[in-house]
């Protein structure tokens, strides 16, 4: 059995995608991300379009991972980590349907362990959980600079404080 074989995905969204996907590539059991634009209702979408044009597309990061290394329950409550899941079309300063944070997944096994860990969650909120949870339904590729933005550009902007990202490499091992 080869490794790719045996890798799972799931697609979150939470904010702006380029600190979501430098702080998803840190967990152990990670082994690829990328960054594009999920259940929306226009094909091949451009970021101007997803930002201007009402596209409906959520930034979204594509997360391959080995079932063997992390679960998907830990997955979740890292990403949780890192997004006020509370908050609706808004994560830090970006405000827009495009921020929405989502949980969006491609095998139905997953989903009795997403509303299981969303449950676990609204535990520690008073004002409910506004994370949309939804099969994918598409999802494209965001242009190349997207990806790993903020490995290429380091002072790049993030809603996500820089020391998560050490402190996700940490907690995940």
Known sequence: MKQTDRL???????GCFWGTEKYL???????????????????????EEVCHKNTGH????????DPTLVSLEAILDLYYDVI??????????????QYRTGIYYVDRVDLPII??????????????IAIEILPLNNYYLAE?????YLDKNPNGYCH??????????????
């Open 58 to 65: 959520a930034e979204t990061v594509r997360v391959f991972y």
């Open 84 to 97: 006020d899941p509370t908050s609706v079309n808004r994560q830090g300063g970006d405000i827009g349907s």
């Open 144 to 148: 190349e600079y997207h990806q790993k």
């Open 115 to 128: 509303k299981k860990s969303i449950t676990e969650l609204q535990k520690k909120y008073s004002n409910p």
């Open 25 to 47: 590539s840190g967990i152990h059991g990670i082994v690829k991300t990328d960054v594009g634009y999920a259940n929306g209702n226009t094909q091949n979408p451009t970021y």
């Open 160 to 173: 996500i404080p820089s020391y998560k990202f050490e402190e996700v490499k940490k907690k995940s091992v």
């Open 8 to 14: 799972k995905e799931i697609y979150l969204a939470g």
